[in-house]
């Protein structure tokens, strides 16, 4: 069955611009999460949905940062006035429950902010 | 506050040798430990998971880990290694609140030498 996917897989944004970044979870998963990973790091939370809600936006770094849900399916995570520390992978995830623990990755999208 | 420390950020073997990556992990509950793998461009895949179940898990390609509440510890071995386990290796542990969100470790890259 199809995975969870994400795009674009490359964004360059040139330093002021705003980007949107799109995840397809798998069908039926009802949690779903955003991490960052900078290069040479781990991925770090940024923010949690429990189908539409979002229940934690704790690991956004500013307020520059933005995700929605609205139908409980696709996300989009918006980034603001994108600044060169925004230069990460950002990596979705979903699962089937809350207490499934078994979270399923995307490819990520790999964003360069110039 | 949970964690996981990942120690050795490159760790290289010979192919049929014996692969061990360490992960000391720090809880103030009982702990749910992950690991996952990642390739190049590639998310994360789930090797095999800790959820308070048997102390010894076994995942997928051969790998299995030992969940050690004494040592605090939940290292991941293989008995022989093969060149296409060489990727980046990621401990992760669950934070069990409200959305068990992953927080994971630096990683560990393994290298597989002929």
């Known amino acids: 069955g199809a995975g969870v996917s994400q795009s674009p897989r490359y964004k360059v944004a040139k330093r002021g611009q705003d980007v949107a970044l799109r995840c397809d979870p798998i069908?039926?998963?009802?949690?779903l999460f955003w991490y960052q990973q900078a290069l040479g790091q781990g991925p770090e939370f940024l923010t949690y949905?429990?189908?539409?809600?979002?229940?934690?936006k704790s690991g956004l770094p500013s307020d520059r940062f933005f995700a929605e849900r609205p139908e409980g399916s696709v996300s989009t995570l918006k980034i603001q006035r994108t600044q060169q520390e925004d230069s990460a992978v950002y990596l979705c995830?979903?699962?089937?429950?809350?207490?499934?623990?078994?979270?399923?990755f995307g490819p990520g999208t790999r964003l360069t902010v110039t | 506050a949970q964690s996981v420390t990942q120690l050795g950020s490159h760790v290289s073997v010979s192919e049929g040798a014996l692969v061990l990556l360490r992960c000391n992990y720090s809880?103030?509950?009982?702990?749910?430990l992950f690991w996952y793998v990642q390739y190049p461009n590639q998310g994360l895949q789930l090797l095999l998971k800790?959820?308070?179940?048997?102390?010894l898990v076994k995942g997928i390609n051969g790998f299995e880990a030992e969940f050690k509440k004494s040592e605090t510890s939940f290292h991941l071995t293989k008995p022989s290694a093969h060149m296409s386990d060489a990727a980046e290796y990621f401990c992760?542990?669950?934070?069990?609140?409200?959305?068990?969100?992953?927080?994971f470790g630096t990683g560990t890259r393994l290298q597989v030498f002929p």
């Open positions: 949905f429990q189908n539409e809600a979002q229940l934690d």
């Open positions: 800790y959820t308070s179940a048997a102390t």
């Open positions: 809880s103030s509950v009982p702990p749910y």
């Open positions: 992760a542990v669950s934070d069990r609140g409200n959305t068990d969100k992953l927080i």
């Open positions: 995830a979903s699962s089937l429950a809350l207490t499934s623990y078994e979270q399923y």
């Open positions: 069908s039926g998963h009802v949690s």
